[in-house]
């Protein structure tokens, strides 16, 4: 069967086509990951309890080995046919810390329709996945994996493409068993927990409430994924997401005054204020920060300005009002 590689979940294009043999150095603003071991899984679903585990080792001179399991693969339907096959086996991780591909061979199980006829299936099929990341810190990544199966002919018409959202944590040493469950129930969870809220913004309004859950989901994420000497940086896909969602609210929700300045602080103390933190969008995010006090000024009476004085000179916004 033709090779097809999913689109990612969140619509873009993998970015890997190749590993090369020797490592190669990162792209400035390309994630990448750091030296060391990394622990986590990849999710098809945000529904599914089938999680892959995923461990990868990236040595000092950058070259990436580990390992992906195939257990959560989507199985290989087959197009207009009512036939299924489970897939099964673990993928081995090559590349560098920013371009990581997992190939091998898996099992294919299962009974299938040829010709009309209910054909049992159990062999060994070559299998390709490429991992691509979209943010990385020095102790948590995130981003897509995307990939295929290679099929015999008589099955040309089953699809094998799967598209996964993937989290990794870096851990001090070779992940144990232990830590590898772990990684692949809580971490992902704690992940798509902390992203579901902020991520409604995408769709439609987000309020106050659900931003200062968001907010504590993902400090508890950060604690969870600390490591020593590591102090990551605020450009995770989650508050990438976060941003965007602040920046929704600030800009389209008539807030008060101590509802701005609640927006305010919570935007400060995940970073998402510093030139370094958040790409871009921090200077689009001081600006709307900036516009919204000064408007919240004109409306509010004496006591909720002077609190709000208060709070955008803690924030550094003292200058403009």
């Given at each position: 069967m033709r090779r097809r590689v999913a689109a990612s979940?969140?619509?873009?294009?993998?970015?890997?086509?190749?590993?090369?043999?020797?490592?190669?150095?990162?792209?400035?603003?390309?994630?990448?990951?750091?030296?060391?071991?990394?622990?986590?899984?990849?999710?098809?679903?945000?529904?599914?309890?089938?999680?892959?585990?995923?461990?990868?080792?990236?040595?000092?001179?950058?070259?990436?080995?580990?390992?992906?399991?195939?257990?959560?693969?989507?199985a290989a339907v087959a197009q207009r046919r009512a036939s299924r096959l489970a897939l099964s086996g673990r993928l081995r991780v090559s590349g560098t810390p920013t371009d990581l591909l997992a190939e091998g061979k898996i099992r294919a199980r299962g009974r299938v329709k040829v010709m009309g006829f209910s054909v049992p299936v159990d062999r060994k099929v070559p299998?390709?996945?490429?991992?691509?990341?979209?943010?990385?810190?020095?102790?948590?990544?995130?981003g897509d994996l995307s990939g295929s199966a290679q099929l015999p002919s008589q099955l040309a018409d089953h699809d094998t493409s799967v598209a996964a959202k993937l989290v990794l944590r870096r851990v001090e040493r070779k992940p144990t068993p232990a830590q590898i469950r772990s990684a692949s129930r809580v971490l992902v969870d704690e992940f798509l927990d902390a992203g579901a809220t902020v991520r409604k913004a995408e769709r439609g309004a987000i309020n106050l409430?659900?931003?200062?859950?968001?907010?504590?989901?993902?400090?508890?994420?950060?604690?969870?994924?600390?490591?020593?000497?590591?102090?990551?940086?605020?450009?995770?896909?989650?508050?990438?997401?976060?941003?965007?969602?602040?920046?929704?609210?600030?800009?389209?929700?008539?807030l008060n005054g101590p509802e701005l300045a609640e927006a305010l602080r919570l935007s400060a103390e995940l970073g998402l204020l510093s030139d370094n933190s958040a790409g871009r969008t921090a200077a689009a995010l001081r600006s709307s920060f900036k516009q919204a006090l000064i408007a919240g000024l004109e409306r509010a009476d004496d006591d909720a300005k002077a609190r709000l004085r208060v709070a955008a000179t803690q924030y550094g916004f003292g200058g403009v009002l």
């Open positions: 979940v969140v619509a873009l294009t993998c970015l890997l086509t190749c590993v090369h043999s020797a490592p190669a150095a990162a792209v400035e603003g390309t994630p990448s990951l750091a030296p060391g071991w990394w622990v986590g899984a990849y999710l098809t679903s945000t529904t599914s309890k089938d999680r892959g585990p995923i461990v990868i080792g990236i040595s000092r001179s950058g070259a990436a080995t580990g390992s992906v399991d195939a257990t959560g693969l989507a299998a390709v996945a490429t991992l691509h990341l979209l943010s990385a810190t020095c102790s948590l990544a995130s409430r659900e931003l200062r859950s968001a907010f504590v989901a993902m400090e508890t994420l950060f604690a969870r994924t600390a490591v020593p000497e590591c102090r990551p940086s605020a450009d995770t896909e989650l508050h990438q997401a976060f941003t965007l969602a602040v920046l929704k609210l600030v800009n389209h929700a008539k």
